[in-house]
């Protein structure tokens, strides 16, 4: 069955950096658009970062845009997002996706149950 898992999420200080993995199994990894997207409290589920099929091409929202990298190995079946210089607005679950979309939570199939990052002041 399809299944997203995603890692690396924790309690880091402001100005620190996390990178998170998502591990995909179950349908063909490459023939999909992948993408981070997060949820705050009392928030919805919005759009981070997002990165073309084989990787070429990559979109961010502009509260992350310098700060957050998107990147995926095919090979490992795996898309990674590494933080920068986080803020404590930073901290919500963070979800992996995979969809035929970019910007659109409805663009996307398949999600991960989440990770959380807090980030402290």
């Known amino acids: 069955q399809v299944q997203l898992v995603e890692s690396g999420g924790g309690l880091v200080q402001a100005g620190g950096s996390l990178r998170l993995s998502c591990a995909a199994s179950?349908?063909?990894?490459?023939?999909?658009?992948m993408g981070w997207f997060r949820q705050a409290p009392g928030k919805a589920r919005e759009f981070g970062a997002a990165?073309?099929?084989?990787?070429?091409?990559?979109y961010y929202a502009d509260s992350v845009k310098g700060r957050f990298t998107i990147s995926r190995d095919n090979a490992k079946n795996t898309v990674y997002l590494q933080m920068n210089s986080l803020k404590p607005e930073d901290t919500a679950v963070y979800y992996c996706?995979?969809?035929?979309?970019?910007?659109?939570?409805?663009?996307?199939?398949?999600w991960g149950q989440g990770t959380q990052v807090t980030v402290s002041s």
């Open positions: 179950g349908f063909t990894f490459s023939s999909y658009t």
């Open positions: 996706g995979a969809g035929w979309g970019t910007l659109r939570i409805e663009e996307y199939d398949f």
């Open positions: 990165i073309s099929l084989n990787g070429d091409s990559t």
